[in-house]
């Protein structure tokens, strides 16, 4: 029988302090607030224990981040995607940041296995003054593992109304689609890391951004191609691909360790569940 499980999350800011508020049903939880960095910043860990998807099941993840809140998230371990026959297995999230609220999104990779079939869909709206990191990255099979992408599908969806979206459907045989250098060039991890706002960012800033994240991108494992782009005033966006997970992930860590000081003056110390 599928699984289908919801949590709502929502930050408040009580004085100086953000506060999370929690509700599930069915296998999602959360785990306790942490404060590493004082009372402004409330870090949470989101916990799925079945461990994985198989047809049928659902996700739904709804975060809500009120006026002068600033919530961040992370995930103990990827999200995985299994084999299925004819259902397909979905994960939905919504991010709401209300008037100068703060988000960071920041889960480990989502797995594809080899013939899962399985949809992602994240969507983000931003009020004015709100302002969102936020990535996603996903891998097609377990190539390190010798179980290449060869059967399944992976439906893919992360917009922003107004500003931005991306979408994609990778199926196991398109081939010119995952190996042709107009496509993913035989490389099977992607990922997209955005800095998005609810209101126009100025040029000197958007630049600096850039700048930052391109300096960051220069340093990069050369087995990772990666570019950094502004195709809005309310949006900057670095996406990447590579052979595997780990030299994609610590690309778009080096990003947001250099973007979370210069947007935000907070320092670029890694969640420590990322160690874990």
């Known amino acids: 029988m599928p699984w289908h499980a919801r949590l709502s999350l929502d930050y408040q800011r009580h004085g100086d302090r953000s506060v999370l508020h929690h509700a599930h049903d069915g296998p999602l939880r959360i785990f306790k607030s942490l404060y590493p960095e004082g009372d402004a910043v409330c ?4 916990v799925h224990p079945p461990g994985g998807l198989v047809g049928g099941d659902q996700l739904s993840i709804d975060v809500r981040v009120a ?9 103990p371990g990827a999200t995985r995607f299994y084999a299925a ?3 397909f297995a979905s994960q939905r999230v919504q991010l709401n940041l209300a008037a100068g609220a703060r988000l960071e999104w920041l889960p480990l990779e989502t797995i ?9 869909h994240w969507s983000a709206t931003l009020a004015e003054g709100a302002e969102l990191m936020a990535w996603d990255v996903t891998a097609l099979g377990l190539p390190g593992a010798g179980q290449p992408f060869d059967a399944g599908e992976f439906r893919q969806r992360l917009e922003i109304p107004g500003s931005w ?14 190996d042709s250098p107009l496509g993913l060039g035989g490389r099977r991890c992607m990922g997209t890391l955005v800095f998005a706002t609810g209101s126009p960012v100025s040029r000197e800033r958007r630049e600096a951004l850039l700048d930052a994240a391109r300096e960051a ?8 191609t990666a570019g950094a782009t502004a195709p809005g005033d309310r949006l900057l966006a670095v996406r990447a691909v590579a052979p595997l997970v780990e030299p994609l992930m610590t690309c778009l860590q080096s990003v947001w360790a250099r973007w979370r000081p210069l947007a935000w003056n907070l320092p670029a110390d890694a969640p420590r569940i990322w160690g874990v």
Request: aromatic share 2%; hydrophobic share 40%; proline share 4%.
């Open 112 to 120: 594809a296995y080899p013939g899962c079939r399985a949809e992602n």
């Open 165 to 178: 979206l991306e979408q994609a459907r990778m199926d196991a045989r398109d081939r010119r689609l995952l």
């Open 43 to 46: 870090h949470n860990v989101i």
């Open 217 to 224: 991108l220069g340093q990069a494992p050369a087995e990772v």
């Open 67 to 75: 006026a002068g809140a600033h919530g961040l998230l992370s995930t």
């Open 85 to 87: 026959d004819e259902a």
